[in-house]
């Protein structure tokens, strides 16, 4: 198969196993799309982390806790997906740590309040399943297939977020400050989650179709789908111009993507920290792996 023939056969639909032939430039995109798919989902359960402890309910540390556990598991079955591309996990955790990777720009924030823990499930989450979603259909079939279980537990950590965000808004001024406030602060990373609106033709994931959607159709789609709901529950949205136009598209003020530049290329608040948590982690557990392998030798 040529080149031009794989192309033409993924955009019609075609699906690729790890074993199959690939042209080069297909898996080195696929491994750095996938890749930092997987060091999203490990590094996003760090702002949650630090909240498990300061729970307020039981019923809210578990299901906190279950949904940690749930994104480390998505980390998981993610690095096996690039692992079998060729790049091993281990591999991948040395870029993650040594700031040569790259993670999501929501993962680079403080979570300063409660608020925040239901803003993330809620909305930051949101945007994420939209993008997970468009990957059910991914033209890389190992990858597409994970999908299905990543999609079907992030699902639930929608649910759990909405609970929370809700049960704040029943509550006093004070909580429902809480969530205003959290909103306030997350809108700017929200609306800079889906990347820049370069046109889906210009984009080479969608041309060899690892992503089925452009950058501004998901964030169109993360608005029509939350805007909504965020205004019905009498939240205000930090945006002056934001609007449904009269043919369904939203207008809304130009994101900051100077901002979203320099936070993903490791300069956000919190990035220092978080890369350094997990340094100090792998560190602390290499003993457990060293004796694992060597026992599995
Ligand atoms: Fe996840
Ligand atoms: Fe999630």
New binding site residues.
């Given amino acids: 198969m040529s080149e031009d023939e794989f192309l033409e056969y993924v955009q019609g639909g075609g699906q690729v196993e790890t074993r199959d032939w690939m042209p080069d430039e297909y898996r080195a995109k696929l491994i750095k799309f996938i890749e930092m798919h997987g060091n999203s989902e490990l590094m ?1 359960v760090l702002p949650e982390r630090e909240w498990i402890l300061r729970a307020p309910t039981l019923q809210r540390k578990l299901a906190l806790t279950a ?1 940690v556990q ?2 480390v598991g ?1 980390a998981q079955l993610i690095y096996r997906v690039v692992e079998d591309l060729g790049k091993p996990r281990e591999a991948c955790l040395d870029d993650l740590v040594s700031g040569r990777a790259k993670f999501h720009n929501v993962f680079h924030y403080p979570t300063k309040t409660w608020g925040d823990v239901g803003v993330i ?1 809620w909305l930051v ?1 949101a945007a ?1 399943i939209i993008s997970q979603k468009a990957l059910l259909k991914c033209s890389y079939a190992p990858y597409a297939r994970i999908m299905k279980k990543i999609c079907w ?2 699902s639930f ?1 929608i649910l759990h977020g909405r609970d929370v965000v809700l049960t704040l808004m029943n509550g006093t001024d004070e909580q429902r400050e809480l969530v205003q406030e959290a909103l306030t602060r997350w809108w700017g990373p929200l609306m800079q989650f889906h990347g820049n609106p370069i046109p889906r033709e210009d984009d080479p994931m969608f041309v060899w179709r690892i992503k089925s959607q452009g950058n501004e159709e998901a964030r169109q789609q993360f608005l029509d789908g939350y805007v909504p709901q965020i205004w019905e529950l009498g939240l205000e949205v930090p945006d002056p111009k934001l609007r449904k136009r009269d043919d369904g598209v939203w207008e809304y003020t130009e994101p900051d993507w100077d901002e979203l530049r320099y936070v993903v290329t490791g300069h956000g608040p919190r990035t220092a920290d978080r890369l350094d948590l997990r340094r100090r982690a792998r560190e602390r557990s290499a003993w457990v792996r060293q004796v694992v392998l060597a026992e599995a030798a």
């Fill in positions: 996003g949904k749930d994104e998505h499930a989450d994420a537990e992030e950590h």
